[in-house]
Nanobody
Framework: QVQLVESGGGLVQAGGSLRLSCAAS????????MGWFRQAPGKEREFVAA????????YYADSVKGRFTISRDNAKNTMYLQMNSLKPENTAVYYC??????????????????????WGQGTQVTVSS
């Protein structure tokens, strides 16, 4: 079965960096657009970033643009999120998600939670002030 496993979360001071990873199995990774979402306590899950099947197209939420970088290694079935200049408001559980877009344009980068078919269990990121 499909599994998405996030790792790399933790506690970091404001201004610091973290690199999240999402390891995928049970699917043909290169056929899937991948996304990162996050959910803070008491808030709805929100879009962070998405990357196309090839990795050639990316899209970011305005709140993270210029600080976060999404990437993927199709040979390793893994997606990453490099997070720099972290702020306390970035504290949340971060989830990776996958959507099969094999028959769609490589430029299609969905941003809604209900667009994605598979989800990981999440990894906690806590940014202290």
């Amino acid at each position: 079965q499909v599994q998405l496993v996030e790792s790399g979360g933790g506690l970091v001071q404001a201004g610091g960096s973290l690199r999240l990873s999402c390891a995928a199995s049970g699917l043909t990774f290169s056929r899937y657009t991948m996304g990162w979402f996050r959910q803070a306590p008491g808030k709805e899950r929100e879009f962070v970033a998405a990357i196309s099947r090839s990795g050639g197209s990316t899209y970011y939420a305005d709140s993270v643009k210029g600080r976060f970088t999404i990437s993927r290694d199709n040979a390793k079935n893994t997606m990453y999120l490099q997070m720099n200049s972290l702020k306390p408001e970035n504290t949340a559980v971060y989830y990776c998600a996958a959507k099969n877009t094999y028959y769609d344009s490589d430029y299609y980068l969905p941003r809604q939670t209900n667009d994605y078919e598979y989800w990981g269990q999440g990894t906690q990121v806590t940014v202290s002030s």
